[in-house]
């Protein structure tokens, strides 16, 4: 039977672990992530879920744990923060070249210093290039169910990449609301046990992620940006098959709100997706055209559906909760990309908010539309990134 | 799999990463890295066994005397059994180019 609890956002995270009937957790605690371990090490203590809890030394070594167990041919999940995903990112690169689909919650946390606990996007969006599949949660039902497809998906003989599933600190890690936890039976039908292309095994010795010289190493790099693609063909199939079954859905690659005859968009990610809902309606009330795209996946990066979302527009506001110090926001460079070529292409302009936990509300939202709508109609962005509510 | 042997000829009879199965010479003989190598002077060797125990790469395995003998199809030539060596039996010889 379904259920409904009201629980924070980390322990939902746990009990997806235990819905996927995950076999291997290696985890260092870290804040804002840790009760999503505890919660783990509790249910595998009472034994009302059949893994085994491996206590590691650091984050480094909670990785490579999970690669062993991957690689042993298992289900395995992790969860990390900040500088625990950082002090991981070696290792990172090791299990998406080992091609294993080991699903981390990463519980956003800005990057120090300043020491810092409260969530922006500095700690997964500095991961971007190492071959993780990167999804990034509005609210706690999604980050239940993505973690159930982030397993269907990364263990799909197409994909077999590992994938992050982030939502950010304390605005949902740590906030009770209500989710629906379905049904174990249909769960175990949605997602069926792992089944391993390879697997170590002392009677069949082999060996993974050994040296591989310069006539084949770019070969597998490119196997990797294959895998990408068809991942990012599967994330809607997969999004619609939940829900089919269960009845949520997060809008496959990108969602999308009010979008419609819309002249300006604003795209973002994470629960500043879900507030700026708030912020549409308010300036639709208004009479102004605009819309709202949540990029739900930062990689693979959704560029042709940002290319058609973006035909008709006048104008893309893009909110960032990160810099790439020296440039601007990932998302802004991204569309920016994505668009490059595109007829009568739409102004872009950047902003930057929310940084190291910073409130961002649907008012603060309004506001960057407001002067995003009043620059569409001069046909002219006065400032290509601004960084919002800076104290002068 | 065989990489650098021609056994794969593009990437679609590749596996999905890197695999590989123990075999000699996997990835080619590597000993053709070798820039000088150790040669046993057996007149001198006591058969300690110091040889063996050291080398790193497990290049030197023991007859059925107890004659250590070494493989140049993968002896990198590190030089570290000929340092060992408490008789002075093992000579580094600079490989011809």
Same mark, same amino acid.
């Not at chain 1, 269960?246 to 496959?252: A, I």
């Not at chain 2, 590597?30 to 070798?34: A, E, L, N």
């Given at each position: 039977m379904a259920r409904v609890v009201i629980e924070m956002g980390n322990y939902i995270a746990s009990y997806a672990a235990k819905a996927a009937r995950v076999k291997v957790v290696a985890a260092y605690p870290i804040t804002p992530q840790t009760q999503i371990v505890e919660r783990i090490a509790e249910l595998v203590e009472r034994g009302e879920m059949d893994a085994e809890y491996v206590c590691v030394e650091s984050e480094h070594s909670a990785m490579v744990a999970c690669i062993a167990a991957a690689a042993l041919g298992v289900r395995t999940f992790t969860a990390t923060s900040a500088h625990g995903l950082t002090l991981m990112h070696e290792a990172l690169h090791w299990a998406a070249g080992s091609r294993l689909p080991i699903v981390m919650a990463v519980v956003n946390r800005a990057m120090g210093p300043g020491w810092n606990i409260w969530p922006d996007f500095s700690d997964s969006l500095s991961q971007r290039d190492t071959g993780w599949i990167q999804f990034y949660c509005a609210d706690s039902q999604e980050i239940f169910d993505t973690i159930i497809q982030a397993y269907k998906l990364c263990e799909d003989k197409r994909v077999l990449l590992p994938a992050m599933v982030c939502f950010e600190g304390f @605005?949902?890690?740590h906030t009770s609301m209500p989710v629906t936890i379905p049904d174990q039976g249909d769960i175990d039908e949605f997602l069926p046990p792992y089944d391993p292309g390879w697997t170590l095994d002392v009677d069949n010795p082999l060996s993974h992620a050994t040296i591989t010289p310069p006539e084949w190493y770019m070969e597998f790099r490119y196997l990797i940006q294959e895998a990408m693609e068809n991942a990012k063909r599967l994330i809607p199939i997969v999004d619609e098959e939940y829900r089919r079954m !269960?009845? !949520?859905?997060? =809008?496959?690659l990108i969602e999308r709100y009010? *979008?419609?005859?819309?002249d300006l968009i604003l795209m973002t990610m994470g629960v500043m997706g879900s507030e700026a809902k708030l912020a549409v309606d308010r300036l639709r009330n208004d009479g102004l055209n605009v819309g709202l795209a949540r @990029?739900? @996946? !930062?990689?693979?990066?959704p560029k042709e559906e940002i290319k058609g979302l973006a035909e008709g527009v006048r104008m893309i506001a893009t909110v960032d909760r990160h810099t790439s110090f020296g440039m601007e926001g990932f998302l802004a460079t991204e569309v920016k990309a994505s668009l490059? =070529?595109?007829?009568?292409p739409p102004l872009i302009a950047g902003f930057i908010a929310g940084? =190291? =936990?910073?409130d961002v509300t649907f008012h603060d939202i309004e506001s960057m539309m407001r002067k995003a709508w009043d620059w569409m109609e001069e046909g002219k @962005?006065?400032?290509?990134v601004e960084w919002v509510n800076l104290r002068w | 799999m065989g990489l650098g042997r021609g056994a794969s000829r593009g990437l679609r009879d590749l596996p999905p990463t890197i695999l590989s199965s123990p075999k000699v010479g996997s990835v080619g003989r590597?000993?053709?890295?070798?820039l000088s190598r150790p040669v046993i002077n057996y007149d001198r060797?006591?058969? *300690?066994?110091l040889c063996w125990i050291y080398c790193p790469e497990g290049c030197i395995s023991r007859a059925e005397d107890e004659k250590p003998i070494i493989?140049?199809?993968?002896?990198?030539? *590190?030089g570290i059994c000929a340092k060992e060596c408490p008789m002075d039996s093992i000579l580094m010889e600079m490989e011809e180019v």
């Open positions: @605005v949902l890690s !269960f009845g !949520f859905k997060h =809008g496959g009010r *979008c419609e005859d819309a @990029v739900r @996946v !930062f990689r693979p990066f490059y =070529g595109s007829k009568n940084l =190291g =936990g910073r @962005v006065e400032k290509e | 590597t000993g053709s890295w070798r060797c006591t058969k *300690c066994l493989d140049y199809d993968y002896c990198k030539g *590190c």
